[in-house]
């Protein structure tokens, strides 16, 4: 199974994987039901979760019903238990929006809430995030996951992002990140798409974030804070709910 959802991740496009995953999901869910792991978007637990990765595979992170990964789990929980965002009225700008969060947010009736990308088939707006459509300070609250790293000029999408956010409002901003590396690290002449999965993570990637990723989100006018939630949890359930330990929530506010 693991080569095949490797096969599968590499070669077919990202909007054809999120139209087969609707009918995917129910399937994966039922054959892989238990009481090992739990994903706390839903609450429903399975024997296993399953692999995910483009250039490295890593086991057990997929969750088979709402196709979570480590980051979306990690959000939903700090979202749930350390923010307001389930209770209170806010404006919601939301970029390639993740199945796994895309109906639960929209049925919350206290928000208004917008998504956009470029390319997503269940996208309401497809607009370019370094030429957003929207008004300055328009937003209260801004997610923007695993997206920059996807974009050539990253700079002036961090200030689309600082413009469209109103003062006092926030964004969650997260990046495939190393921790271990001082600086971004860039390479425009790599362009093969098997040697981009080696090197950025994943074919469509144009660079590797390190440390420095905060620095930039401050030099844009950002107030940042940089969240290690799993530091919060237990170890139990850490394990139990299959989270990255030590993953950096990105947290960006707007004086």
Not at 54 to 65: D, F, H, I, K
Not at 90 to 116: G, S
Not at 200 to 220: A, C, E, I, N, T
Request: glycine content about 4%; hydrophobic content about 35%.
């Amino acid at each position: 199974m693991k080569k095949l959802f490797k096969i599968i991740l590499n070669t077919i496009p990202r909007p054809i994987l999120i139209r087969l995953s609707y009918i995917a999901r129910p399937l994966l869910a039922f054959f892989l039901k238990g009481n090992k792991f739990t994903d706390p978007i839903d609450g429903k637990s399975f024997r296993s979760f399953l692999p995910y990765g483009y250039g490295n595979q890593r086991n057990n992170v997929l969750s088979p019903s709402t196709l979570s990964l480590e980051r979306h789990r990690l959000l939903w929980l700090y979202l749930k238990n350390e923010t307001d965002f389930f209770s209170a009225e806010k404006k919601v700008l939301h970029f390639a929006p993740e199945q796994c969060f895309l109906k639960r947010f929209r049925n919350l009736k206290h928000i208004d809430y917008t998504t956009t990308d470029l390319e997503s088939p269940i996208a309401d707006v497809k607009a370019d995030i370094c030429n957003l459509p929207f008004e300055n300070n328009s937003y209260d609250v801004i997610l923007c996951n695993h997206v920059l790293e996807h974009i050539p000029d990253d700079t002036k999408a961090m200030q689309e992002l600082f413009r469209v956010l109103k003062p006092g409002g926030y964004g969650v901003f997260q990046i495939p990140q190393d921790l271990s590396r001082a600086e971004t690290f860039e390479d425009n002449t790599i362009t093969d798409k098997k040697e981009r999965a080696k090197v950025f993570g994943q074919y469509d990637h144009v660079r590797v974030y390190g440390l420095d990723y905060f620095d930039k989100l401050r030099s844009v006018g950002f107030n940042v804070e940089e969240v290690d939630y799993t530091s919060k949890l237990s170890e139990e359930d850490v394990k139990k709910y299959c989270l990255a330990k030590g993953e950096i929530i990105p947290v960006m506010y707007k004086s």
